[in-house]
């Protein structure tokens, strides 16, 4: 079965410095990865998705994402944190036997000014 | 346009008594998803409804728990005989098709069971 694992509970980063979100797949067949955030007290946001095609994503508020087929990874990136990328991260992927999505255990990224 | 949306926003209820949680999917998506969220955890899928399929039931966590979605729009999350294990926030998603289409959740209902 598809799952994905994030191994970071928590990244902390200052501002302005660069920022990685972990995750590692496990999947058969083509991946589809997906990021979300979700800021405090609000619900999920969709961030940028890796279907097919290049391995490096661009997706929203200046994040990207590189998929790495030979580590299995798909870690988040943002050049220069700000202090309101402060958030919980989900990486997700869809399991195999379904469409059903399953989500990796998150990471809470702090950044301080 | 309208995002996803969820009623109550909150919800406290007694040990024992029925809830009913309701989603409002954004027009035009096929797929609507239920999940659970225990407070600052990961998400636990519940259910999954796609188009006129039979919905997928796999992650409800017991019997106590249904759901429905009536004329493939509105969906209702129905928890009967709430135990305190219920408290959690829950959250309501939708998507164009299968889950190759990113999901757009809503601001999800905190329920609490005193």
């Known amino acids: 079965a598809q799952s994905v694992a994030q191994p970071e509970d928590q990244v902390n980063v200052a501002e302005g410095n660069p920022l990685t979100v972990k995750c590692t797949y496990s999947?058969?067949?083509?991946?589809?990865l997906f990021w979300y955030v979700q800021y405090p007290n609000r619900g999920l946001q969709f961030l940028l998705k890796?279907?097919?095609?290049?391995?490096l994503v661009k997706g929203s508020y200046g994040f990207e994402a590189e998929f790495n087929k030979s580590q299995t990874s798909f870690h988040l990136k943002k050049p220069s944190a700000l202090v309101s990328d402060s958030a919980l991260y989900f990486c997700?992927?869809?399991?195999?036997?379904?469409?059903?999505?399953?989500f990796g255990g998150g990471t809470r990224v702090l950044v301080k000014p | 346009g309208a995002g996803v949306s969820q009623s109550p926003s909150n919800k406290v209820t007694e040990k024992g008594k029925d809830v009913e949680l309701r989603c409002d999917p954004i027009s035009g998506h096929t797929a609507l998803y239920w999940y659970r969220q225990s407070l600052g955890q990961g998400l636990e899928f519940l259910i999954y409804?796609?188009?006129?399929?039979?919905?997928?039931k796999s992650g409800l966590p017991s019997d106590r728990f249904s759901a429905e979605r009536t004329g493939g729009s509105v969906s209702t999350l129905t928890i009967q005989r709430t135990q305190q294990e219920d408290s959690a926030v829950y959250l309501c998603?939708?998507?164009?098709?299968?889950?190759?289409?990113?999901?757009?959740f809503g601001p999800g209902t905190r329920l609490t069971v005193t």
């Open positions: 998603a939708s998507s164009l098709g299968d889950s190759r289409y990113e999901q757009y």
């Open positions: 409804f796609q188009g006129n399929s039979a919905p997928d």
């Open positions: 997700a992927a869809p399991k195999a036997a379904g469409n059903k999505l399953t």
């Open positions: 999947v058969s067949g083509n991946p589809y």
């Open positions: 890796y279907i097919t095609g290049d391995n």
